[in-house]
């Protein structure tokens, strides 16, 4: 083997062993029946007799999750929830990543630090805190009942609306991080120009800036959405016992009901529908970079 | 026009950074609240350190920060190792048989919902059992693995940009004196990158000692971490005591950030000093 490949060959085996191969795995437990032992499913293939071999294959666990309209249901409503943080992310995120590639240097490294240090705190923290803003006594409500504006607590903790507040929160920073990245490398000038040539800031900016932003914004958007498709903790945090998110489903499916089969078969299908926007982030990621050099 | 459009910047930063910090904040200012009821300030006996004292006695909470906290380095020095191999191997072979898929396994993991590595973890280390009797039980052997697998995909991002943006003509100078490739990353290469290894091995610490889906999955009786207790506390409603634990968490990652910024912009403010 040449010096190349043992530079890369340990990288390469552990996420072999450690990340593709599960995969398959959950594969082939996802064709397999729910059993009463440890652990909870029926091997797929056995010995029986001398030479025999049974596979026992089935599609039960599939035909299950779309026969039962709460898997589906899930999944669509993780699928809308994830697309409007985003789009959340992106309409609060923009401007300040936009305000950051443009401001002094050493006021940009301030405001950089600022965005990425909430990103280093517990992310389980962070959504804590939001239970003590939004409960009925908690820190908002207190606030605007002080303020007059409202007599009667508002009802936020265990409902859509805390749900959203909590994945953008938590999720802004990874939307605008590569968004800066990519602003920072743009060319000022660029806009300097068009406002020369009697192009109005806003047109400038929708003309200039937006297009040559459009991989910063996708990659970032990217970042923000796959993850939060299957979100776990921040919907069982603060979305209340209604927030059907198909990372929730999978997990009780898992712990609660103990039925591996199933699970499988609900990471199986969420993988499929995720695959292709990972495949296109991989494509935009590689173009960014591509591009810098 | 530039200053009307200067304001609206401002506002929006302003705004942002808000929505980003209250929350953090009145974490902070309540833990120093005596009332049980956390969110409603009991101006009497507040404020005061109560809460720390209790957090500071409370035997679950220190046992499972001592799991975390094995985990965690644990996981930061091996996904360094890891991170950096493929980090290296991405940027500086332009070709080799798998770039692709390496590129592929390192990008995939920094964006999989965690439900779905976790579950896929428990499954291998169940089958594994099975076949070969390894890992015999889960705990914190297989949770390292959980988190070096994810974390080392995004050393190798850190490390992987750093060395993009540096010039080769070091390396292919000491190359042309003689220094065989072992020698020449150990000498050249490594003390360049190693701002970039050193956050890649914070970032690691970082995102395992805050993990609670995968070490939830691949966790086993008895070691349960910082994060899995906090959960099943948080999910009961609020509590004086998470308050704490937040505040300290704040406090001592500002500290390391702030400090590491420091002395990273201070050794870089001496590299172009000594050019």
Redesign the interface.
């Given at each position: 083997m040449t010096?190349?490949?043992l530079?890369?060959v340990?990288?390469?085996l552990?996420?072999?062993l450690?990340?593709?191969?599960?995969?398959a795995?959950?594969l082939k437990?996802s064709f397999s029946d729910v059993d009463l032992a440890i652990?909870p499913y029926k091997p797929l293939w056995e010995w029986t007799g001398k030479n025999a071999l049974a596979i026992k294959v089935n599609f039960n666990n599939y035909v299950f999750l779309f026969t039962d309209s709460l898997y589906i249901k899930a999944l669509l409503n993780s699928l809308k929830v994830a697309f409007f943080s985003s789009l959340l992310c992106l309409i609060?995120?923009y401007?300040?990543a936009?305000?950051?590639a443009?401001a002094r240097p050493a006021l940009r490294?301030v405001?950089l630090?600022?965005?990425?240090?909430?990103f280093?705190?517990?992310?389980?923290?962070?959504v804590?805190?939001?239970?003590?803003?939004l409960?009925a006594?908690?820190?908002i409500n207190?606030v605007l009942i002080w303020l007059g504006i409202i007599h009667e607590p508002l009802t936020m903790l265990y409902t859509p609306f805390a749900m959203y507040v909590g994945i953008v929160?938590s999720y802004?920073?990874f939307l605008i991080l590569p968004l800066y990245a990519n602003l920072e490398k743009m060319d000022w000038q660029l806009l300097e120009a068009a406002e020369d040539l009697g192009c109005r800031?806003w047109q400038a900016f929708y003309k200039i800036t937006l297009p040559l932003s459009r991989n910063g914004m996708l990659a970032g958007s990217?970042?923000v959405f796959?993850?939060a498709?299957?979100?776990?903790?921040i919907p069982?945090?603060l979305g209340g016992p209604n927030a059907l998110m198909i990372?929730r489903v999978?997990?009780d499916e898992?712990?609660s009901n103990r039925a591996?089969p199933v699970?499988?078969a609900v990471?199986i299908l969420?993988?499929i529908l995720?695959v292709p926007?990972?495949m296109w982030?991989?494509s935009v990621?590689?173009n960014e970079?591509a591009g810098?050099? | 026009?530039n200053d009307r459009?200067s304001f609206?910047?401002?506002t929006?930063?302003a705004?942002?950074?808000a929505?980003?910090?209250?929350?953090?904040l009145?974490?902070m200012v309540?833990s120093f609240n005596a009332s049980k009821?956390?969110?409603?300030w009991d101006s009497a006996n507040s404020p005061t350190l109560k809460w720390y004292y209790s957090l500071l006695s409370n035997e679950e909470i220190l046992d499972a920060a001592w799991i975390s906290l094995k985990v965690a380095v644990i996981n930061a020095s091996g996904s360094v190792?890891?991170?950096t191999?493929?980090g290296?191997?991405?940027a500086r072979?332009a070709r080799?048989r798998?770039r692709f898929?390496?590129?592929?396994?390192?990008?995939?993991?920094?964006?999989?919902?965690?439900?779905?590595?976790g579950?896929?973890?428990l499954?291998?280390f169940?089958?594994l059992e099975?076949t070969i009797g390894w890992p015999a039980g889960r705990g914190i052997t297989t949770m390292t693995?959980?988190h070096?697998?994810f974390s080392?995909a995004y050393v190798?991002v850190v490390v992987q940009s750093r060395l993009?943006t540096f010039d080769t003509a070091l390396e292919e100078a000491a190359m042309d004196l003689g220094a065989r490739?072992?020698k020449v990353f150990f000498v050249i290469t490594l003390p360049i990158i190693f701002p970039a290894i050193l956050s890649g091995w914070l970032?690691a610490f970082?995102l395992s000692?805050?993990d609670?889906?995968i070490s939830?999955?691949t966790s086993g009786p008895g070691s349960s971490t910082l994060?899995m207790v906090?959960?099943s506390k948080?999910?009961l409603?609020?509590s004086p005591e998470?308050?704490v634990?937040?505040t300290l968490?704040?406090a001592a990652?500002?500290l390391i950030?702030?400090g590491v910024?420091l002395w990273m912009?201070r050794s870089a403010r001496a590299e172009k000093l000594a050019a």
């Open positions: 010096g190349r490949g530079v890369v340990l990288p390469y552990w996420l072999l450690f990340f593709v191969v599960p995969f795995i959950v437990i652990p609060i995120g401007p300040m936009y305000g950051i443009r490294n405001l630090l600022l965005v990425i240090l909430p280093w705190t517990s992310l389980l923290l962070r804590y805190a939001w239970i003590g803003l409960k006594n908690g820190v207190n929160y802004l920073p800031p990217m970042l796959i993850p498709v299957g979100e776990f903790v069982a945090l990372g999978l997990w898992f712990f591996w699970a499988s990471a969420l993988l995720l926007f990972m982030y991989q990621q590689s970079s810098s050099k | 026009m459009r609206f910047m401002i929006c930063i705004f942002g950074f929505f980003l910090y209250i929350p953090i009145s974490m309540f009821l956390v969110t409603v190792i890891l991170g191999l493929a290296f191997g991405l072979f080799f798998g898929t390496l590129n592929a396994m390192v990008t995939a993991p920094l964006v999989m919902p965690e439900v779905i590595t579950l896929s973890l499954l291998l169940v089958a099975q693995i959980g070096m697998t080392m190798c993009a490739p072992p970032l970082t000692w805050d609670l889906v939830s999955f994060p906090v959960f948080v999910r409603g609020v998470i308050n634990l937040a968490t704040v990652v500002t950030i702030v910024s912009a």
